[in-house]
Each structure stands twice: as C-alpha cells, then as structure tokens.
C-alpha cells in the first residue's frame, strides 16, 4: 500500500477520533459514554474468573471449533458478503482513476474494515471476561486472528459464489482447488454425522454430560477431526491455558490467516480474469447475434417478490407500510430465519416426543430466552419506520395524508415486523414442546398459551414501537435518524432509552391490565373460565385507546415538526 493511502487511512482515523470526541461536549453524549463504559466495566470485572486449575481449553476449543464451523457453513449458504470491498462514492471519484494497483486498493479497504475488527475485539474481550493463566493482550491477539481470518473467508466464499454464478465455466476454471476443497470436505462431514449421529441422540436421552460426553467422542472421528482441524486451528489459541501453549497454538493459526489472504487477493485477481473472459465471450455472442439479425434481450435477475402484491387504489398510508415491511421481508437474511427457524421447528416437533430425550427442551429453552430478549429489546432493532423515515419529513408531509396516519402506518410497519419475528420464535418453543409429557401444561392450555402470545404481541409492540417513533417526533435531535450507529456511547444511550421507555410501557399498560382484571374478576363467578375472553377484550379496548390518543397527538406535531431539527 503507497504511503498516500497510508496517509488517508491515519487521517480518516484521526477526524473520526476528533469528530468523537467534539460530541463528548454534549451532555447527552458524554452521559451515554459514560453509563456504557460503567455497563461494560460491570460485566467485565464483575465476573468471577474460573479456578486456576481449570482446563479450559477442555471446553472452548471444541464448542468454539463447532460454532466457527457453523459460521463458516452459514457464509457459504448464505454467499457471503462482498461489500467488505465496497467503496465510497469518493473514494471510487478520487481513488480508481489514480495511478494505483488495484491490489493497492483491495489493500487499503482490507486495512480500514481493520477498525470494525479491533471494535469486535474489545466487545468480545469484554463479553469472555477475565481468565487466569493468559494475559489480556494475547486474549486479544487470538480473538483478532479468528475474526480477522473468519472476515477473509467471508470475502473469499462471496468472490468464489459470485464468479460461479455470473461467470459460468470460466468461473468453475478459476476456483477448481476452491470448489475441490469445499466438496471434500461437506463428502467428509457426512460421512462422520452419519457414523457418529446414533451415538449422540442416544446420549441425549441421558442427559447434559452423557451428550457432552458424546460430543467429545464424536469429534474424534477420522472424518469429522479432519475437517475441524482448521477450525481448532484458529480457535486453539482461546483455549490455552498459558503463554507457552498459546505460541505454540497461535503457529498454525497464523498460517491460517495467512492462507486467507493470498486465498482472497489471488482469488480476486482469478475474478478479474474470469470476468474479463466472460465479457469476451458475450461480446462475442452478441456480433454473431447481430450478424445473423438476431436480437436477444438479457433480463437480470429479479428481485423477491414482496409479502403482498400492492393495489393500485386504496388508502395512500397504505403504501407507507407496504414499502417498510417489504424492506425487511424481501432481504435474504430475513428469509433465511424464518426457513432456519421452520427447519429447526420441524427437527424438534419430531424429537419432542421422545421423553427422554433433552435436544428438544434444550432448543426450547433457548429459544425462549431470545423470544424474551426480542420482546424487551426488539423495539430497538427494528427502525423501519420513522428513525428511518424522518430525514425525509418533508417528502412525507408532501403526501396526501394526514399526520396520523402517517404515524400509525410508519409505527404499523416495525409493529408488524417485530410480531412476525416473536411469533417464529414462539412458533418454534410451542414445537420443541409439543409431545413432551414433562411439562405441567396440557397440550391444549399450551396452544391456547400461543394464541395468547399471537393475540396480545401485536397491540403491545405496536404501543412499544408508537412509543420509539413518538420520541423521534418530539425530539428529533435527540434520536438518531437513518441507521443504528454503533460505539460505547450508542450502548450508553440505549441502556438509558431502553430503561424509560420500558418503564413508559408499563405505565401505559397499567390501566389495560387493570381493566381486564377486573372484568375477569366480576365475570369469573358467572363464566367461569370463559371471563378471560371479556377480560382480554377490556384490556385491549383500553390499549387501543391510548394508542387513538398518542397517533393524534403525535400526528399532530409531525404536521407542525420543523424539518432542520432532525439529525440523520
């Protein structure tokens, strides 16, 4: 890399370091540094490191070999990612045309996406917390070298899939070795699965260390030690128990790392080749055609079709939600949850009624810790809505639409997207429980237990989310418009944010709770059981009130806001 792009990287480090750091005048902002550094400090010295004797390269190497794998098999479903190598508008102005290699360029932007990594690095040396025998620094060496190598392999399987899918045969002429390596090793992984899977569902019937035990037998098949050996590699060096282990393990991770990056520099110079072959063969092609008076018309590929077709007449604030929903459900990570989550539901409603087997409740329990974490900090994560929609306030107060509505479908869209993401998860629990004879509940009182969820999770995320858009409305300069950011003082602030609006929810959900209440309590004498419906039908009238009432009032300053003080 020239010293000119050495250069631009230390001063872009620099300005956003200076840029960083003016914001710290603020009170808002240095408050939110200094709530998110206290949180990260409470989780990294308030844990309680394991005892001196303990091993634990026992544990990490081969339950973090197995994710990586995971991840690793994820990249290469999934295609990978080449916007790693994605450039900005100026830097393609200023930097393409100048008298550099490409591999020059390919370097500089590899070298930047270095900030994201070393951030990773302290969000994960934070989250493992401290451990006797290994000092911090080398902790952060090994972490650096899985990550960095995990992100050149993330490259490397995009640009392979990428030439294959666009480039034909002359892509398949490029990445034999590729291709080769990839087919040998999935032959491999299902030859070990298929002699080692009877052992391990049979341990699961007896219980956690029976399948931990398994799970440690099963890795040492010929097959399976084969093909995580890589993957031991790179996270070998997490499990050493002191320095001298830790050199002798960081050896072939290193060389690892270092088989990545000729992999991704020659396998983007194999891309070049591929495509400039393909571009001459179609050039080719196409004066034939024209030769022999033949016009042949090439469509791209087009996109995935959304949800729901939109009318051409209706009411306009419905094309508001259509347009945010659609955002979110035709992405391919959204379509792969939701088929990685029915897959799974499937494997677990077939495994649920065997009683002693724990594979199922373990998924289970699981997943019903993340539906929890959704449902608390979901509200967050979704944006497709007005913290995406506001920068362009005045393009929406354009439309003919009245304020309220343009809040109630903006607030709908995120509303919707939410549910349908708690509704998978809860889905896939109500699978991984519906055989198994341990629970207290009856299979009946747990489908009603789903419909529940199904019933109440849209008012309550819509009243969550009505209260997310409403602070970006009444103060669009304390909101960040567009997408998230990221950093210790963006942690700080949604620790804040979340505490009032949690608190601000259950306020609001005070009254309807209370109005169901006690209608189930002056009809449960007469009904029985069957009060709950009038008690949830009161509840939910109360709700839908409230939320009449903040659409209004918020409808109403989003007509009079004043587009400047929003903050993209």
Request: hydrophobic fraction near 55%; proline fraction near 6%.
């Given at each position: 890399?020239?010293?000119?792009?050495?250069?631009?990287t230390?001063?872009?480090?620099?300005?956003?370091v200076?840029?960083?750091?003016?914001?710290?005048?603020?009170?808002?902002?240095?408050?939110?540094?200094?709530?998110?550094?206290?949180?990260?400090?409470?989780?990294?010295?308030?844990?309680?490191?394991?005892?001196?004797?303990?091993?634990?390269?026992?544990?990490?190497?081969?339950?973090g070999?197995?994710?990586?794998?995971?991840?690793?098999l994820?990249i290469?479903?999934?295609g990978?990612?080449?916007?790693?190598?994605?450039?900005?508008?100026?830097?393609?102005?200023?930097?393409?045309?100048?008298?550099?290699?490409?591999?020059?360029l390919?370097?500089?932007?590899?070298?930047?996406?270095?900030?994201?990594?070393?951030?990773?690095?302290?969000?994960?040396?934070?989250v493992?917390?401290?451990?006797?025998g290994?000092?911090?620094?080398?902790?952060?060496?090994?972490?650096?070298?899985?990550?960095?190598?995990?992100?050149?392999?993330?490259?490397?399987?995009?640009?392979?899939?990428?030439?294959?899918?666009?480039?034909?045969?002359?892509?398949?002429?490029?990445?034999?070795?590729?291709?080769?390596?990839?087919?040998?090793?999935?032959?491999?992984l299902?030859?070990?699965?298929?002699?080692?899977?009877?052992?391990?569902?049979?341990?699961a019937?007896?219980g956690?260390?029976?399948?931990?035990?398994?799970?440690?037998r099963?890795?040492?098949?010929?097959?399976?030690?084969?093909?995580?050996?890589?993957?031991?590699?790179?996270?070998?060096?997490?499990?050493?128990?002191?320095?001298?282990?830790?050199?002798?393990?960081?050896?072939?991770?290193?060389?690892?790392?270092?088989?990545?990056?000729?992999?991704?520099?020659?396998?983007d110079?194999?891309?070049?080749?591929?495509?400039?072959?393909?571009?001459?063969?179609?050039?080719?092609?196409?004066d034939?055609?024209?030769a022999?008076?033949?016009?042949?018309?090439?469509?791209?590929?087009?996109?995935?079709a959304?949800?729901?077709?939109?009318?051409?007449?209706?009411?306009?604030?419905?094309?508001?939600?259509?347009?945010?929903?659609?955002?979110?459900?035709?992405?391919?990570?959204?379509?792969?949850?939701?088929?990685?989550?029915?897959?799974g539901?499937?494997?677990?409603?077939?495994?649920?009624?065997?009683?002693?087997?724990?594979?199922?409740?373990?998924?289970?329990?699981?997943?019903?810790?993340?539906?929890?974490?959704?449902?608390?900090?979901?509200?967050?994560?979704?944006?497709?809505?007005?913290?995406?929609?506001?920068a362009?306030?005045?393009?929406?107060?354009?439309?003919?639409?009245?304020?309220?509505?343009?809040?109630?479908?903006?607030?709908?869209?995120?509303?919707?997207?939410?549910t349908?993401?708690?509704l998978?998860?809860?889905?896939?629990?109500?699978?991984?429980?519906?055989?198994d004879?341990?629970?207290?509940?009856?299979?009946?009182?747990?489908?009603?237990?789903?419909?529940g969820?199904?019933?109440?999770?849209?008012?309550?995320?819509?009243?969550?989310?009505?209260?997310y858009?409403?602070?970006?409305?009444?103060?669009?300069?304390?909101?960040?418009?567009?997408?998230?950011a990221?950093?210790?003082?963006?942690?700080?602030?949604?620790?804040?944010?979340?505490?009032?609006?949690?608190?601000l929810?259950?306020?609001?959900?005070?009254?309807?709770?209370?109005?169901?209440l006690?209608?189930?309590?002056?009809?449960?004498g007469?009904?029985?059981?069957?009060?709950?419906?009038?008690?949830?039908?009161?509840?939910?009238?109360?709700?839908?009130?409230?939320?009449?009432?903040?659409?209004?009032?918020?409808?109403?300053?989003?007509?009079?806001?004043?587009?400047?003080?929003?903050?993209?």
């Amino acid at each position: 890399m020239t010293g000119a792009l050495g250069y631009l990287t230390f001063r872009s480090v620099a300005n956003r370091v200076s840029r960083q750091a003016a914001r710290l005048r603020t009170p808002r902002y240095l408050l939110a540094l200094v709530l998110g550094a206290g949180w990260l400090g409470f989780i990294f010295w308030g844990q309680q490191p394991p005892p001196p004797g303990a091993a634990a390269g026992a544990w990490v190497v081969p339950a973090g070999s197995l994710i990586t794998l995971g991840l690793v098999l994820w990249i290469w479903v999934s295609g990978g990612d080449r916007a790693a190598l994605a450039f900005s508008p100026a830097e393609v102005t200023f930097l393409f045309p100048a008298p550099l290699p490409r591999r020059a360029l390919v370097r500089y932007k590899l070298l930047r996406t270095q900030l994201l990594v070393l951030f990773n690095v302290a969000i994960w040396m934070v989250v493992a917390g401290r451990r006797p025998g290994l000092s911090p620094l080398l902790r952060a060496c090994a972490i650096w070298t899985l990550i960095t190598t995990l992100a050149l392999h993330r490259l490397g399987a995009a640009l392979v899939r990428t030439s294959l899918t666009q480039h034909g045969r002359f892509g398949i002429r490029h990445r034999v070795l590729s291709i080769g390596l990839v087919v040998a090793a999935g032959g491999a992984l299902a030859w070990g699965l298929h002699d080692v899977a009877p052992g391990v569902l049979a341990a699961a019937r007896l219980g956690e260390p029976a399948l931990r035990d398994a799970v440690s037998r099963a890795l040492e098949h010929p097959a399976l030690a084969v093909v995580l050996w890589p993957f031991r590699a790179i996270v070998g060096p997490l499990g050493a128990d002191g320095p001298a282990e830790w050199r002798a393990a960081m050896l072939p991770a290193l060389g690892l790392l270092a088989l990545h990056y000729v992999w991704v520099m020659r396998s983007d110079a194999a891309f070049e080749e591929a495509a400039a072959e393909a571009s001459l063969a179609r050039a080719r092609r196409r004066d034939t055609r024209k030769a022999s008076g033949m016009l042949v018309r090439h469509a791209g590929g087009a996109p995935s079709a959304p949800l729901f077709a939109l009318a051409p007449l209706g009411w306009p604030a419905t094309a508001l939600f259509w347009k945010n929903l659609a955002a979110v459900l035709r992405r391919r990570r959204a379509r792969n949850i939701l088929l990685g989550l029915a897959a799974g539901g499937a494997a677990a409603a077939a495994m649920s009624g065997d009683p002693e087997n724990t594979l199922a409740r373990m998924a289970g329990a699981l997943a019903l810790t993340w539906l929890g974490f959704v449902a608390a900090l979901g509200p967050q994560w979704v944006r497709n809505d007005l913290r995406g929609d506001l920068a362009h306030a005045d393009l929406l107060r354009s439309y003919p639409l009245p304020g309220w509505a343009i809040v109630a479908s903006e607030t709908a869209a995120s509303a919707a997207t939410l549910t349908l993401l708690e509704l998978a998860l809860a889905v896939f629990v109500y699978l991984c429980y519906l055989q198994d004879p341990s629970l207290a509940l009856s299979p009946g009182e747990r489908l009603g237990l789903l419909g529940g969820v199904a019933l109440l999770m849209p008012p309550i995320n819509f009243m969550a989310l009505l209260l997310y858009n409403g602070a970006a409305v009444l103060f669009p300069a304390w909101v960040r418009i567009g997408a998230a950011a990221t950093g210790v003082e963006v942690l700080g602030q949604r620790l804040l944010t979340t505490t009032v609006f949690l608190i601000l929810l259950a306020l609001l959900l005070m009254a309807p709770a209370a109005a169901g209440l006690g209608a189930y309590e002056a009809l449960a004498g007469v009904l029985g059981g069957w009060a709950l419906g009038p008690a949830v039908a009161a509840g939910l009238a109360i709700l839908a009130a409230e939320a009449v009432l903040l659409v209004r009032r918020l409808g109403h300053v989003f007509e009079r806001m004043d587009a400047a003080a929003v903050r993209a």
